[in-house]
């Protein structure tokens, strides 16, 4: 290599290390004004395939990890997601500049919308047995819903199931009494009906108080 | 010795490059800043409803994936109820229920296209009403 190349070749790469650290101290510096304007996010999950998103009101969701993530994020308030086999967890942070924020979520305990299709109904056909009709039992069903929306199980004791008083003479309408366990409470039950497609039913607690009317 | 100045220039070109890599990762704390692009109210919950995890690492973008449509709101804007529409045929027509919870809109109903009647109890009146106009709502009843 003749000199004039060698110099040519020692002035690029001194410009190369210039470059360089001029590169480096932006890098530095965008990084110690980013640190001073954001706060941390860090999130983690129980279940390490559970995927991690964030969102705010006004803005698009990002993706941010799987099991956990650690995020810078501007200060304001988020929506945290976390979601896995179907199901999803929010959780709400408030992110402050130069502060970090810890979220657990477990999409295991997401928060399942209460239905009666998802309540455990037993010993209900009893109530078709004597008298009622599968209409009447869905109107019942309902009746215990709305008493307790967040109920899992209502079993009735099918051998408690008893027709209340009837007098054909004064009487239009009849009735069934049981027992019967809401989850782990123990309730008694009145079902009154005068035709095929309605039903009322009242609920008393053991000590015979009136807790449920439905047709109220 | 011409030679071992080319090796130190390259050295200090590695060491300030890395240098300011590790820099960075220790004035960050090893977290990476997201910027979050704006968009309208209630698209990014709306996109996090609709991202079911599964390995995907993407979520749907709004505008480009779906747009919301009919957006009502309830209660001094405690609720909200939308209609997501695919742009493509991605997936169907569906309505989200949001509670405004700490500030935040999330998802607590949906995206779906028909909502056990049941849930209504769980709803303020007047959501369990727009439910009902919608006509999204199907079983025992209330």
Redesign the interface.
Known sequence: MDSGN?RR??LA??A??LV??A???Y??SQ??K??GA?G???VSSPDK???I????????????G?GNA?????PG???V??????R?V?G?V?IKKQM?VNLNLN?ANAVV?????AVNFSGFDSLISNGLTSAQV??I??GF??YK?TEKTVAIDTSSVVPGPHNPDVDIGFSLQFNLSLDSKTLKAVVSYSDLTSARLQLFDQQGSAVFDSSK | M?SN??IY??V??LL??A???V??YL???????????????????V???L?????????L??GKDFNLKNTHYFNDSAWAVTTVTPTKQQFNQAVVVLEK?????????GPGSA??S??L??LPTDVASYLNSLGVTY????
């Open positions: 060698r070749l020692s790469l001194y190369l290390c360089a650290l590169g480096a101290v890098l530095i990084s110690v980013t640190a954001t941390i996010l860090r395939k559970s995927s998103s964030v969102s705010r009101n006004d803005s698009t969701a990002k993706f941010i799987v650690k995020v810078r994020l501007a308030s988020y929506l997601g976390a979601s896995d086999n179907g999803q929010y709400t408030i970090a999409p919308f209460p239905t009666v299709e869905n109107i069903k309902s819903f709305r929306p | 011409r100045k080319y220039s390259l200090f070109l300030v490059v240098g300011g890599l820099a960075q004035i960050l704390g090893g977290a990476r800043e997201v910027k979050l692009p704006p968009a309208a109210s209630l698209m990014g919950s996109a996090q409803s991202y079911s995890g599964n390995g995907r690492t993407k979520l973008t709004p919870k700490d500030s935040a809109y999330q998802a607590v109903l909502f056990s049941s849930v109890v769980s079983g025992l009843g209330q």
